[in-house]
């Protein structure tokens, strides 16, 4: 065993989270000091570290079981969002619901080409058809939002 006073940048920086948390005896915290005194290096390292825990609440050490990453990687390949229990099929939940949305984003698209053309078509003189085109999506949704709030709404042609 090495003197307690000769402690290597290792031995000194894994003492530090505990140091920092006040857990060390003071039979330890003491090397640790000279340590920090001594070496700019640790020192540096050391008020990192202090800084960092002005942001993040420390947590008790969890220990990760042997291979923990390669499951979750093995799970997550095999469609495991996270949310369903172990046992269940993981896919079988989310299937419709990608079908809905889908469907959804399918309607969404059919009912905004329908308010683009009747935008288009009744205002005649203001829209020719190539404007359609051109119209980026942006503007498209503004119209339809003008349209939705009832203002904006061209003042020739639909009110006629
Ligand atoms: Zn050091």
Redo the contacts with the bound molecule.
């Keep these: 065993m090495k003197n307690s006073n000769d402690f290597t940048?290792d031995e000194?920086r894994a003492l530090v989270p505990a140091y920092l948390d006040g857990e060390l005896s003071a039979d330890r915290a003491s090397p640790l000091r000279q340590?920090l005194m001594e070496?700019a290096?640790?020192r540096t390292k050391t008020q990192a570290h202090k800084a960092q825990r002005h942001w993040f609440v420390p947590t008790p050490e969890v220990s990760v079981p042997d291979g923990f990453a390669a499951r979750v990687a093995r799970r997550a390949f095999q469609g495991d969002t996270g949310e369903a229990p172990v046992t269940a099929e993981p896919l079988a939940p989310i299937l419709p619901f990608v079908l809905r949305m889908t469907a959804a984003a399918a309607a969404l698209l059919l009912v905004l080409s329908g308010v683009i053309r009747a935008v288009d078509v009744p205002t005649g003189g203001q829209l020719r058809a190539d404007d359609g085109a051109t119209m980026s999506l942006e503007e498209a949704l503004n119209r339809l939002e003008a349209m939705d709030n009832g203002e904006g709404r061209p003042s020739e042609g639909l009110d006629r």
């Design positions: 940048c000194a340590h070496c290096d640790c």
